[in-house]
């Protein structure tokens, strides 16, 4: 079992920054994709950006692509998510999520992280 935690959320005005910290828990093998969804106020979880691990290749939601940028520490199995020039439609509970090598499914999540952009 993989224990995934975050951290980091909170609450800035519009054009403020966050970063969000995910950490998969201690031990757990080479993650295959380490990333972040998130879920806005009446709406379906959706895609934000994830990284390869493998090589360290990353993709994001068009809708944050240039403002969000995600990187890794590889040896604490950590992965973050710098959010620049934040939107009021950034507002979400933002979820890590952790896939291993082998392993089919959705992967493991955490519990999630409120992020709200107001002024």
């Known amino acids: 079992q993989v224990h995934v935690v975050e951290s980091g959320g909170g609450s800035v005005p519009p054009g403020g920054s966050l970063r969000l910290t995910c950490t998969a828990s201690?031990?757990?093998?080479?993650?295959?994709?380490m990333g972040w969804l998130r879920q806005r106020p009446g709406k379906e979880r959706e895609f934000v950006a994830e990284?390869?691990?493998?090589?360290?290749?990353?993709y994001y939601a068009n809708s944050v692509t240039g403002r969000f940028t995600i990187s890794r520490d590889a040896a604490k199995n950590t992965v973050y998510l710098q959010m620049n020039s934040l939107k009021s439609e950034d507002t979400a509970v933002y979820y890590c999520?952790?896939?291993?090598?082998?392993?089919?499914?959705?992967?493991?999540w955490g519990q999630g992280t409120q992020v709200t952009v107001a002024s």
């Open positions: 201690e031990g757990t093998r080479s993650p295959f994709t």
């Open positions: 990284m390869m691990w493998s090589d360290g290749y990353s």
């Open positions: 999520n952790v896939k291993l090598q082998g392993e089919g499914g959705t992967g493991y």
